[in-house]
Structures are given as C-alpha cells and as structure tokens.
C-alpha cells in the first residue's frame, strides 16, 4: 500500500475512547481525513447507513477510499483499523518481525481486555440504572489487576511495546480515564509517567 493516502479517509467517529483511537492514529500518521460524527446518543449508529459501514454499529469505522490496489475499502473495529492504518502507512508497528509480535499482542492485550473490563467498571460504578455490587466489585478489581499488569510491562520502558506504536493509541484513551474506573494511578507509577508521555504528543 502507499505511504500516505491520495484521498481523505472518512472517520466515522463520536468521542468514545475507540473513536479516538483512530484520531490519533490519524493525526499521528499525518493521513488526511473527513470527520463524519454519528451521534451515538441519538442513536445514529443503527441507521442502514452506518450499518452498511459498521455491521456491529459500534464506533469507530473508517472508508479509505484509496484502499487495496487503489479501491475502496471499509473497515470497523478499532483493533483492525489500527493495524490497517499502520500497515498502510509502514508506522507505528515495529520494524521487524520481533517488534511487530510484540505490538500485536499488546494492541489484542487491550482489544480483548483492558477496553473492555474498564468499560465495564465505568458503567456499573456510573451509569447503571442500579447499583450492584458484585458488578461493582467484580470489574473495578480486573482492571486494578490489568492496572498492574501494564505497570510492569512500562517499567523501565518509555512504551508499551518499547517504540510508540498503536498499542499505546489503542491503550491509551481507556487509561485516562483511571479515575472514573475506580483507580488509584498513584499506585502505578509508570503508568501515570506514561499517561504524561503520551499525552505530551502533539497528535
């Protein structure tokens, strides 16, 4: 695939932490694009527009008009997209075959953990419609772990996966929001001075 895109992408994006992913994989990767917000609190996500887009009509989901071999291409799930905008680009995934392991298995470490646990400490502590302790408890002690689990893997690295690469995109919108997922970020030092580092960038 080419280095940079001919044409815009279009971003179909509301300011979840997966749509900002992509935003930031965009600003980081200096590809043009179109921002098309699809109001998930209007319910926007289930149009047959979008969904013709994004089967699963969650955010984000990306057209690149400039796909394989010079045709379109859409694609949902921030995960895929991520790696599609990273191979397209030759950024952001290691340099080598190593590197690139590693990249994969922090970008799927969030994908299939990290996101989804701390979305579901956000929601029972502050969105469920009534309080349950057990769903409290149960997701708010997961992410403490997977809290832990990233401390140790940023000690002494300034990365997740050594370089910048698009598992510290895709981790990093859930981590800012420590707080609201009943986290004390004092008791991961490496990942508050990496929340600092990342957020410093100017994408």
């Known amino acids: 695939m080419s280095k940079k895109s001919k ?16 935003s930031i994989a965009l600003e980081e990767l200096e590809l043009p694009y179109i921002v098309h917000p699809v109001d998930i609190n209007h319910g926007a996500q289930f149009d047959p527009e979008y969904l013709a887009i994004s089967p ?11 796909g394989p071999d010079g045709e379109p291409v859409s694609i949902f799930e921030s995960g895929a997209i ?28 969030q994908v299939a953990g990290f996101g989804p646990m701390a979305g579901q400490a956000h929601h029972f502590r502050h969105y ?4 349950v302790p057990y769903g409290i408890d149960r997701y708010t002690n997961e992410v403490t772990r997977l809290y832990g689990v990233l401390n140790r893997q940023l000690a002494g690295r300034d990365y997740i996966a050594g370089k910048y690469s698009i598992a510290d995109i895709a981790t990093f919108p859930f ?5 609201k997922q009943g986290q004390d970020i004092a008791q991961f030092p490496n990942v508050k001075a990496w929340l600092e580092r990342v957020g410093a960038r100017p994408a």
């Open 56 to 66: 699963n009509n969650k955010m984000p989901a990306i057209v690149d008009p400039d």
């Open 128 to 131: 469920a419609s009534e309080k």
């Open 82 to 109: 991520l790696q599609y905008l990273a191979r397209k680009t030759g950024r952001l995934r290691g340099k080598d075959k190593r590197a690139r392991i590693l990249v994969d298995q922090w970008l799927f470490w």
């Open 175 to 179: 981590a800012l929001r420590w707080e």
């Open 7 to 22: 044409k815009p992408i279009d971003l179909y994006f509301w300011p979840t932490p997966n749509g900002l992913k992509i």
